[in-house]
Antibody, heavy 126, light 108 residues
């Protein structure tokens, strides 16, 4: 069974930085297009951004609220995807999920997010 | 930018049919996905591409999409269906994923 595991969440002061990681079991992440999605307390889901596989250009997209502050990257040698979060604001407080398509196959990227991690919590507070 | 509108809440008695809508300008021209999120859990894809179901999702879950409204229908509702439900589309113009605000399904 494909599983994603996020880590790196924690408490950080406004203006600070944090790096989240996403690793997988039963899946080679290097082939997958990966998303980050967040959920603020008591609120809905918000897509944060995406990174394509290196073989598909490795390009990224970021949602407007995080553009210029957050950056998605990948280390295929370690089979990990990262979300670097800088200049954090209190409104970035959320559970952050990494997600991918069915079996991590990019051919299914637009078929919805079939695989989700359990999430990691980020709290931005002074 | 494209906006998805869901009712905040829907209530239904056990055994009845729940319909959760997702409104958007000409949403029928897009492919809609639906997620179920139980308290304390990660979201689970229950419908993709308007009406397809992942193999592990019961047939009681179905979807449709036409005009300005997509609908998730849950037949013979059970207590375990009580959850938040989110619709989602991919916006071609921005190359971004968009989520609706979510609907809380209460089983009376």
């Amino acid at each position: 069974e494909v599983q994603l595991v996020e880590s790196g969440g924690g408490l950080v002061k406004p203006g600070g930085s944090l790096r989240l990681s996403c690793a997988a079991s039963a899946l080679t992440l290097s082939n997958a297009w990966m998303n980050w999605v967040r959920q603020t307390p008591g609120k809905g889901l918000e897509w944060v951004g995406r990174i394509k596989s290196k073989s598909d250009g490795g390009t990224t997209q970021h949602a407007a609220p995080v553009k210029g502050r957050f950056s998605i990257s990948r280390d295929d040698s370690k089979d990990v995807v990262f979300l670097q979060m800088n200049s954090l604001k209190t409104e970035d407080t959320a559970v952050y999920y990494c997600t991918t398509s069915l079996n991590g196959d990019p051919a299914y990227y637009y078929y919805g997010m079939h695989v989700w991690g359990q999430g990691t919590t980020v709290i931005v507070s002074s | 930018s494209f906006v998805l509108t869901q009712p905040p809440s829907v209530s239904v008695a056990p055994g009845e049919t729940a319909r959760i809508t997702c409104g958007g300008n000409n949403i029928g021209s897009k492919k809609v996905h639906w997620y179920q999120q139980r308290p304390g859990q990660a979201p689970l894809l229950v419908i993709y591409f308007d009406f397809d179901r992942p193999s592990e999702i019961p047939e009681r879950f179905s979807g449709s999409n036409s005009g300005n409204t997509a609908t998730l229908t849950i037949s013979r509702v059970e207590a375990g269906d009580e959850a938040d439900y989110y619709c989602q589309v991919w916006d071609f113009n921005s190359d971004h994923w968009l989520f609706g605000g979510g609907t809380k399904l209460t089983v009376l």
